[in-house]
């Protein structure tokens, strides 16, 4: 089990943007050879946003493609999520995850408690 600290979720107007971190504060880190965010909506389903292998492989939702950028700094096993161009559908509650992956399949380690992202119109 890994323990993740997430911030910089807040109130931001359609077109502006903002940045999230996540940061593997304890447990098992050692493991952890990726990382990403899933995000929530009110009646939605919960979706994978952006994700990052320790490797270098991003992978992105088709919605946010071209707009948010995932990025890590080893030294502070923190992930960043850069959202730009923001729009009211990007409001959610988002999730950072650390995990590692086993047979070609991704476990997730640990999640964090939810950061709430609003984009006013």
């Known amino acids: 089990q890994v323990e993740l600290e997430e911030s910089g979720g807040g109130l931001v107007q359609a077109g502006g943007s903002l940045r999230l971190s996540c940061t593997a504060a304890s447990g098992d880190i050692s493991k952890i050879s990726a990382m990403g965010w899933d995000r929530q909506a009110p009646g939605k389903q919960r979706e994978m946003v952006a994700h990052?292998?320790?490797?270098?492989?991003?992978k992105f939702s088709d919605s946010v493609k071209g707009r948010f950028t995932i990025s890590r700094d080893g030294a502070k096993n923190t992930v960043y999520l850069q959202m730009n161009s923001l729009t009211p559908e990007d409001s959610a509650v988002y999730f950072c995850n650390a995990g590692s992956y086993s047979g070609g399949y991704y476990y997730a380690l640990g999640w964090g408690q939810g950061t709430q992202v609003t984009v006013s119109s």
């Open positions: 990052l292998t320790y490797s270098g492989v991003t």
